[in-house]
Nanobody, 127 residues
Framework: QVQLVESGGGSVQAGGSLRLSCAAS????????MAWFRQAPGKEREGVAA????????YIADSVKGRFTISQDSAKNMLYLQMDSLKPEDTAMYYC????????????????????WGQGTQVTVSS
């Protein structure tokens, strides 16, 4: 059974950095896509970064481009999200997600395409 466990969230001032980690178990890295989503209170879940496993392609949402970086360590079954120059609007619960099929690059930020989710880690950015 696939399990995803996020860590690394916390509270930081605007302009600061955080690195989120997602530990995957029961997940075959030869599978296709992993991603980070976030959801703020009263808002829809939003994709911020995705990666085709093997690091062949990465996808970054326009809202975080130039500030967030997604990476993976296949040997350790880890997914990371490096978040720099954080803004108060980045405040949200951040979720790790995995899809064990080729969802296609067009749909990398569609939550319904992912069939495994972590419990989330809270990121709070104060001004």
């Amino acid at each position: 059974q696939v399990q995803l466990v996020e860590s690394g969230g916390g509270s930081v001032q605007a302009g600061g950095s955080l690195r989120l980690s997602c530990a995957a178990s029961g997940y075959t890295y030869s599978s296709y896509f992993m991603a980070w989503f976030r959801q703020a209170p009263g808002k829809e879940r939003e994709g911020v970064a995705a990666i085709r496993t093997g690091g062949l392609s990465t996808y970054i949402a326009d809202s975080v481009k130039g500030r967030f970086t997604i990476s993976q360590d296949s040997a350790k079954n880890m997914l990371y999200l490096q978040m720099d120059s954080l803004k108060p609007e980045d405040t949200a619960m951040y979720y790790c997600a995995a899809a064990q099929r080729d969802i296609g690059s067009w749909y990398v930020f569609s939550p319904t395409r992912y069939n495994y989710w972590g419990q989330g880690t809270q990121v709070t950015v104060s001004s």
